[in-house]
């Protein structure tokens, strides 16, 4: 019997583990340990400080199947999603690591071993690559699987050197392909004609050895890592299309499953002339479940609104297929169903991911159809090989919700590009003019630095909703009101990261405190942290010891105790709110409330004093919800929002 995605993922962990490695569960898709990577883009990832020696764990193999997103940043595959048998937003790696252990002659055997035996797949379809410089990967290949010369490919480029993003562990590596025959085009890796479909790479072997670090004047500068290492992908998507016969990664039994109840839903065929619109959803679903799973939820910054680009681009070819009414949330139970088991956090995600989904497509559908019409008629007025205005495809931002790609998107097949200088030029002048609005408002007396500051750094992320502990980068240091490069022992700084885990004072509770340090022993203690034009989350305290720089990595940890008192805090606010209004009456409306770690404010109106009887029932009351709290609270363990803030009421959707 074929072999499912399931029995392949199966097989491929069991056999490393066999072969005395740990099996270590796929990391969040948002890395914790990586500030400069939008999204987890590899098995290696989470591996990355035990490459370089910073870390270490209690053991030197590891085998992982990695939840990946390329969708952002050095490695973006969203536009062509659809379009081609094997691009994905979100896919599986499957992959086989050595920290210092064994190097190349093992990984080889490995990989032969497994793709031969356990996979069954045909020697003679087999072919590898390796970089040119690397004779001895070659050579490892001839005696491991006694290929000839002419099935070992040099290659001169840096298609056989793989680098995770500018920066981090890297080296030479030597792929696997597989020939499909002369039925398909394409000539074999490194001829001309190579990017045909007949020779398809499923498998990178990376035989890690640099670390690639800014050199401080605009370079990079490539340092050897302090033993070799070995990092390895297998994309689970290919090596099974390969083995259950398919040419499309589309057609396996998994991505299959999601077209088929697509094709349900909307009684369009999967195979017809709308194939693409199918692909783009099945793709789409996955990237944004999982990345909600992992915390992410829809918004208009950072990986918040590559989230809501990825859905959005999976509304409008829902709407294609006719869909009157929202779908896309339909199909949740499918994935989790294929899914779930060996990626639980997705069934703990289940009802977050489908009541978001739910409530984004039915506001999208709103404009959608609207927008959709205006940009028809636009593209009508184009005359031959003129572009999309830009202030239109702002317009259709602006107001419609149309993200720049979803405009461009919907007019590849007209073969009409947009005018993109004149859309950020009319972003622009939407900035400045609401920068001069907000000069004006009773806010104005915020500092005017932090205007510049954000306009320079852009919008810091969020990770506490998951994380107490993650690296950042830092953007911005301001010492005594004003912008500078580095500051030192002794010093009361603001510091701004591209990420933190430290909760911005909002809404009523207190910012997080706790400690920030780099890798060379600096240390900060971090006293608050404000969250300053809604976006940017500032750091306050005062260096203890030794220097941080901008763009320095450093290590951010909150104080867990006085994160978790915080929290208690804010959840009395809800019980407290709920008790009012059942003693007191509906009319009990919050005005304001405030929660730091020893206590909770919460401010109400009311018209009359409140009698001491209505106190003594006040208490009763929330005692009562208290004790339901605590016998309902584990079963909304999926919202990241809640886990963080112990709240009562689940607000997944007031996040976006
Ligand atoms: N990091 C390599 C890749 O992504 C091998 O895992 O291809």
């Known amino acids: 019997m074929t072999m499912t995605v399931q029995d392949i993922r199966s097989e491929f962990l069991e056999f490393f583990k066999k072969h005395g490695h740990e099996h270590v569960r796929s990391s969040s898709l948002v890395p914790d340990n990586d500030p400069t990577l939008m999204f987890a883009n590899s098995g290696m990832v989470q591996f990355k400080n035990v490459f370089t020696g910073a870390e270490t764990r209690p053991y030197t193999r590891a085998t992982t ?43 080889i055997a490995f990989a032969w071993e497994l793709v031969t035996k356990n996979l069954a797949m045909p020697k003679d379809k087999l072919l590898v690559t390796v970089h040119s410089s690397d004779e001895e990967a070659a050579a490892i290949w001839r005696k491991v699987a006694g290929l000839p010369d002419s099935k070992i490919l040099r290659i001169p480029t840096n298609d056989n050197f793989w680098m995770m993003g500018d920066t981090g562990p890297c080296g030479p590596c030597s ?132 989230l809501r680009r990825i859905m959005r681009r999976a509304m409008r070819y829902a709407h294609m297929l006719g869909a009157k009414d929202p779908v896309i949330y339909k199909l949740v139970p499918t994935l989790v169903a294929k899914m779930g088991e060996a990626y639980p956090e997705l069934k703990r995600a289940e009802g977050l ?8 497509e039915s506001r999208f559908k709103r404009t959608l159809e609207t927008g ?23 317009k259709l931002y602006d107001t419609y919700g149309f993200p720049l790609d979803l405009t461009q998107d919907a007019l590849r097949a007209k073969s009409i590009e947009v005018d993109v200088d004149g859309f950020n ?20 007396k915020m500092d005017k630095i932090w205007f510049d500051i954000l306009d ?61 340090r780099t890798a060379d022993g600096a240390e900060m203690r ?22 941080f720089k901008t763009g320095d990595t450093v290590e951010m940890r909150v104080d867990h105790a006085n994160r978790t008192a915080i929290r208690s805090n804010h959840s009395v606010t809800h019980l407290l709110h709920e008790a009012l209004r059942r003693v007191l009456g509906p009319h009990v409306a919050q005005k304001g409330s405030r929660q730091d770690a020893s206590r909770t404010r919460f401010d109400i109106n009311h018209p009359a004093a409140i009698t ?13 919800a208290r004790r339901r709290k605590a016998r309902t609270s584990r079963s909304r363990s999926s919202c990241a929002a809640a886990r963080m803030r112990g709240a009562r009421a689940i607000s997944a959707f007031s996040r976006s």
């Open 65 to 107: 199947a990695q939840k990946c997103v390329r969708a952002g940043g050095k490695h973006n595959d969203l536009d062509n999603v659809g379009y081609t048998a094997r691009h994905h937003t979100f896919f599986e790696m499957m992959g086989n690591f050595s920290f210092g252990d064994y190097f190349k002659e093992d990984a």
């Open 175 to 306: 792929e696997i392909f597989y020939d499909q025959g002369d039925k398909l085009a394409g000539g074999p890796p490194g001829s001309p004609d190579q990017d045909g479909d007949r020779f398809l790479e499923f498998w990178n072997l990376v035989f890690m050895q640099f670390e690639q670090e800014p050199d401080g004047q605009g370079g990079y500068i490539r340092k050897p890592l302090p033993k070799p290492s070995i990092d390895t992908g297998m994309g689970l998507e290919r090596a099974t299309a390969l083995i259950q016969g398919k040419y499309s990664n589309y057609d396996i039994d998994l991505l299959r499953s999601i077209i088929e109840h697509v094709a349900d839903l909307t009684g369009v065929s999967p195979d017809g002339d709308q194939a693409a619109a199918h692909r783009v959803i099945a793709d789409h679903l996955r990237a944004c479940s999982f990345l909600m799973a992992d915390g992410v939820m829809p918004s208009n910054e950072g990986r918040g609104y590559v």
């Open 353 to 360: 991911v489908t009541e978001t989904l739910k409530i984004e």
């Open 372 to 394: 959709l019409r205006l940009l028809e008629d636009e593209t009508q007025k184009l005359s031959g090989g003129k572009k999309l205005a830009g202030d239109v495809a702002f």
């Open 425 to 444: 030029a009319a972003m622009e002048k939407q900035r400045d003019q609401a920068r001069k609005s907000w000069a004006g408002s009773v806010d104005s």
């Open 456 to 516: 320079q750094v852009g919008p810091s992320e969020f990770l506490g909703y998951e994380t107490e502990s993650a690296e950042g980068q830092i953007r911005c240091l301001v010492k005594d009101g004003k912008v500078v490069d580095a500051v030192n022992t002794g010093d009361d700084v603001r510091l701004v990261t591209n990420q933190t885990p430290f909760y911005g004072e909002s809404g009523g509770q207190v910012g997080d405190i706790g400690v920030i």
């Open 526 to 547: 971090v006293t608050d942290t404000q969250k300053m034009l809604g976006k940017l989350f500032v750091h306050v305290g005062t260096v203890e010891k030794g220097k």
């Open 612 to 624: 001491a009887e209505q106190i003594d029932a006040i208490g009763a009351s929330y005692r009562w």
